[in-house]
Nanobody
Framework: VQLQASGGGLVQAGGSLQLSCAAS????????MGWFRQAPGKEREFVAG????????YYSSSVKGPFTISKDNAKNSVLLQMNSLAPEDTAVYYC??????????WGQGTQVTVSS
């Protein structure tokens, strides 16, 4: 599976951004897609995920509420709507896919910068 992420950018605190990730290739084996992020000097952390069949969503406790993950099966894409952004949300955001029990397919990152 190839993953192409887009939608990052610079936004002021309190603003919104929507990230998009398009999947191509052997997408029939995908059972979940999600977003991770990595801030400077920190480890990569889980942000949100969505089950590809059921649509069940799950979120990190640090972002639940202002962030919403959704999917478009027809386009094999997943979106991350981020509202009420704060400077601590600044990070490189990565799209990921899972065909089993863990995320093992990764897209290139997209930079999100939130200014105070």
């Amino acid at each position: 599976v190839q993953l192409q992420a887009s939608g990052g950018g610079l936004v002021q605190a309190g603003g919104s951004l929507q990230l998009s990730c398009a999947a191509s290739g052997r997408t029939f084996s995908t059972n979940a897609m999600g977003w991770f992020r990595q801030a400077p000097g920190k480890e990569r952390e889980f942000v949100a995920g969505i089950d590809w069949i059921s649509g069940h969503t799950y979120y990190s406790s640090s972002v639940k509420g202002p962030f919403t993950i959704s999917k478009d099966n027809a386009k094999n894409s997943v979106l991350l709507q981020m509202n009420s952004l704060a400077p601590e949300d600044t990070a490189v955001y990565y799209c990921a896919a899972s065909a089993g029990s863990k995320y093992d397919q990764w897209g290139q990152g997209t930079q999100v910068t939130v200014s105070s």
